[in-house]
């Protein structure tokens, strides 16, 4: 099945267009406080089809995803117990409730982490707002977990460049099922380590 070679050139041509950082901006503040798709996705073919611009195309989806993570600190400080009630329906209950113990043992670290994993940031932005954690070691842990994340991304698809570009879209398909069989897992060992 060649899912993943269509979504891919997709993504490289979408990369390509002239409102391209807009939307990566967009999609990296949506997802640190309720969009489900990493921004990684469109970082990625960018940094590829762009490469002088790669750097740029990381300070964008870094700070533009601290911002949306601050919009989720502030979700969880003014308004957790009015969302508390949907968030038990979700997926994402047992993830809240790992990212509190996290909190309760590691404090920043937890952020850091967050950040810089593909564990889901948004349940900790809020979960640090709902616990009313410092707000200033809050930002700086977000800028430094999603700076690293997102520079390391852009870094290694610029120095890639058409080589690697050419790579990816030859082994797309199996790097797609791969990815979705770690989320799989990840989902999995959230599942075990939030019960435990």
Known sequence: ???FTHLYSRAMQWSRHRHAPW???GMSFAESSFFPIPPDVMLAPMSLANPARAWRFALITTLASVAGGLLGYTIGYFAFDAIEPWLRTTHYWAAYQTSVAWFEKWGFWAIFIAGFSPIPYKVFTLT???LSMTLLPFILASIIGRGLRFFLVAGL???GGA???AVLHRYINRLGWATVVLVVLGALFYQWAGGS
């Open 157 to 159: 698809m610029a120095w």
């Open 163 to 165: 080589r690697m570009e």
């Open 23 to 25: 939307y990566l901006g």
């Open 128 to 130: 640090a707002g709902a």
């Open 1 to 3: 099945m060649k899912l």
